[in-house]
């Protein structure tokens, strides 16, 4: 390895863990911690930035250890800022070890808050169909690529410093978050039936309204007929929150 090289790599584990990592000689400290607290101060702020919920919960001792192992233990496989609360939140599914030290929603409650800012910044646009009204029965219904939905074993929705809760729920919660044509994004929380809809339509396999008719009812252990006007409803209230976007 190369003298600069060897230089290069001292310098960034330093800036990343100068409590474990020496700095390379022949820096001045002083020109070196303006460059930490750069860094830091950076680093700190996306994550608060993007995760306002989980900042509000912990006391700073604890969200600044949280942030310094981040920083020092994950290698980020992108240099966007904007990609840096996901990069966050792949360290804490998989390279966090101190987990006993916090709540045990920690997981849960950040991919739900990375959930709000990735559609925010998302490049993906609604398309436009020339069905986006009318029969919903025989043509194939088109889900908006700008939806996620996520089954919580915590109230994460509800989560709040004066909010906090004790112990999972009894059944997980249905949540979904998406992005409108206007750039808003919303939060709902949905019934069983409804998830299931939503999860039938982003598998990706085209289905018309009356097979999904038949595939829920099949699951419920409902006749299609009695089910039918639930479904229209639903399928209506989605289309109009810009979840469905027509049929093909």
Aim: with cysteine.
């Amino acid at each position: 390895m190369s003298a600069l090289l060897d230089s290069q790599r001292r310098f960034s584990a330093h800036l990343r863990d100068p409590d474990n990592h020496a700095a390379p000689e022949g820096i001045e400290d002083r020109r070196l911690a303006i460059y930490r607290d750069l860094f830091w101060r950076n680093i700190e702020g996306f994550l608060s930035a993007g995760f306002p919920v989980l900042r509000s919960l912990l006391n700073e001792d604890d969200w600044h250890y949280l942030v310094r192992r981040f920083f020092a233990d994950h290698r980020c496989d992108s240099g966007y800022f904007v990609d840096i609360p996901e990069q966050f939140l792949n360290w804490l599914s998989e390279g966090f070890r101190d987990q006993e030290r916090y709540p045990p929603f920690l997981l849960e409650l950040a991919y739900y808050e990375w959930l709000e800012l990735a559609l925010e910044v998302s490049t993906e646009e609604i398309p436009l169909l020339p069905n986006s009204q009318g029969d919903v029965w025989e043509g194939c219904l088109v889900v908006s690529p700008l939806c996620a939905l996520m089954a919580a074993q915590w109230p994460v929705h509800q989560i709040a410093a004066d909010a906090i809760p004790e112990i999972p729920l009894e059944t997980p919660v249905w949540l979904l978050v998406w992005r409108d044509r206007a750039d808003q994004v919303h939060f709902m929380e949905l019934n069983a039936a409804t998830a299931r809809l939503v999860q039938l339509l982003q598998e990706g396999e085209p289905i018309t309204g009356t097979a999904l008719l038949a595939r829920l009812a099949e699951e419920m252990g409902q006749e299609p007929m009695a089910l039918k006007p639930f479904l229209s409803d639903i399928i209506d209230q989605l289309r109009r929150r810009d979840i469905i976007l027509g049929h093909l």
